[in-house]
C-alpha cells in the first residue's frame, strides 16, 4: 500500500547515505525498486506523529533491516527542480499503482540528508517490500541514481571528511579494537589521500582520543603491531 | 495578507540566525512582532517555485532589509512538538486577522536553520510591516523567544563553534582590515574563553589565511599594530 498523505506531512523527506568500511572500500547501501530500473538511497517520508529523527531511525530499520545504527544530519536539499515525480511516478507502477497527477507523492520535496557509518561485517541488510534488492556500491562505482542522490552522496562525504578532525569518525567503521594500520586506512578511503606512516600515527595520537592495548600476534611476534580503541570519555569530552 | 497556501510548500519553513559584532559583543537580530508580544528569529515560508535558499534570501531581505549576507545552512529542526500553531495565531490576531483551525500555517512546520555573520556597523536593519521593531540583542540576553527559537540560536553557536577552524568566520563580522587584537576579540567572545596574545596570534598565523598590511598609526607610534585582511585566495583553496 502506498503511505497516505493523512498519515504524514508533505513536501518534506529524508534520505540516509549508509556507509560501510570493508577493510579497503567504502560503500554505500542503495536499493533497487522493482519493474523500475529506479536505484535510490534509503529514504522515505515522515508521520504527522513522529519527531524527523524518529522517521529516520524507523525507515531506515524498515527498509534496510538494520537496527540502532547512529545517524547524523548534514544537510537539507531544497532547490526547487529535485524532480521526484518521474521516479515515484515509476516506482508506483512497478508496484502496479498508478498515481493520479494530484497525487501527494508527486508533490515537491525538500529532503533531509543524515549519513551513518557501520561496520561493513557485523550487518546484514535486507531489502523491504518495494525493493529488489539492497545492495553495497563502491563508493566510486555507483549506479545511476534518482533525483539529486548522487549530489546527495557527495555533500555527505564532503562532511564526512569536516568531520573527521573532530568526530571519532572511524568509530562505527571499525571493529572495537584495530590497528593503528587499520584507522589509517578508514582515514585515507574517506580522504582520498595516503599519509606517511609515521606522521599518520603521531597525529592519531596527539588527539588523545586512542586507548592503547596489547599486541595483535600474529605469529611473527617482533612485528606485532598494537592494538588500539576509542576512549570513550575522551571522545564525549571533545 | 497573509502567505498563501497555493503559492508555499507546507509544514517546511526556515529561521535565520544573524550575528553581528560591535567590537565587544555577540549580538543577534531579533523580529517583535505588532501587538502580539512575540519575539522571533526572522524566518519564512517557501515559495512553489523558488529553491530552498533563494527563498531564504528574499525572507532576510523583506523582513530585515539587509541584502546580500551570506547564509550557511546548519541544522533542520523536525521536533513533532515544535507547537508554531499558538504563537502564529496570536501574530496574525495582532495584525487583526483570525485563523481558522485549519489554516495552512497552524499546521506543523519543520525549519530549515541558516546562520549568517554581518558587519554590525554597516548594517541599517529595518523591521517589515509585520513586525513593531528588528532589534539587536546580546546573545546572552535575549528575550524569551517563540516555539524552540532559543534551541535554534543555541545549535548555530555551536555550529559556528564548530565551523571558526576551517572557515573564515571571522571575515564577516569585522572590517576589511583589522588588528590581531580585534581578531583575537571576536574568537574569544564566539568560544567565550580568553587566548593568551602570543599563542593565538601564532596560531592565526600559522593557519595562513591572513594577509598583513601597514602599521595602524594611532599616536603612540611605537605601539601601533599591524592591520591584517583575509586572504581571499588562500581562505577559497581551505
Given at each position: ?12 523527506a ?26 535510490a538511497?534509503?529514504g ?38 529535485r524532480d521526484s515525480a518521474y521516479p515515484f511516478k515509476?516506482i ?13 507523492v508527486l508533490d515537491r520535496f525538500i529532503t ?34 534518482m533525483i539529486d542522490h ?89
Amino acid at each position: 500500500m502506498l503511505p497516505l498523505e493523512s498519515e504524514h506531512i508533505t513536501n518534506i523527506a529524508y534520505d540516509t547515505v549508509i556507509l560501510g568500511f570493508t577493510g579497503k572500500e567504502l560503500k554505500i547501501l542503495i536499493l533497487e525498486y522493482q519493474n523500475s530500473g529506479q536505484f535510490a538511497l534509503p529514504g522515505g517520508f515522515i508521520r504527522r506523529n513522529e519527531d524527523l529523527y524518529d522517521a529516520v531511525k524507523r525507515g531506515v530499520r524498515e527498509r534496510t533491516g538494520l537496527e540502532k545504527i547512529h545517524l547524523e544530519q548534514f544537510h537539507t536539499f531544497g532547490k526547487k527542480n529535485r524532480d521526484s515525480a518521474y521516479p515515484f511516478k515509476k516506482i508506483a507502477a512497478g508496484k502496479g499503482y498508478t498515481l493520479t497527477s494530484d497525487h501527494w507523492v508527486l508533490d515537491r520535496f525538500i529532503t533531509v540528508g543524515y549519513y551513518a557509518l557501520i561496520n561493513y561485517n557485523q550487518v546484514q541488510p535486507t531489502p523491504d517490500k518495494f525493493s529488489d534488492s539492497i545492495n553495497w556500491y563502491d563508493i566510486n562505482k555507483l549506479p545511476t541514481l534518482m533525483i539529486d542522490h548522487a549530489e546527495i552522496v557527495e555533500k555527505a562525504l564532503e562532511s564526512i571528511r569536516n568531520d573527521l578532525g573532530k568526530k571519532p569518525i572511524g568509530e562505527n567503521l571499525l571493529p572495537e579494537k584495530f590497528t593503528m594500520k587499520e584507522l589509517q586506512k578508514v582515514y585515507e578511503t574517506i580522504l582520498n589521500k595516503e599519509f606517511r606512516r609515521t606522521t599518520f600515527q603521531r597525529k592519531m595520537l596527539s588527539m588523545d582520543i586512542l586507548k592503547r592495548h596489547e599486541k595483535l600476534y600474529t605469529g611473527a611476534a617482533n612485528k606485532a603491531p598494537y592494538l588500539y580503541s576509542f576512549d570513550k570519555e575522551k571522545v564525549e569530552k571533545t
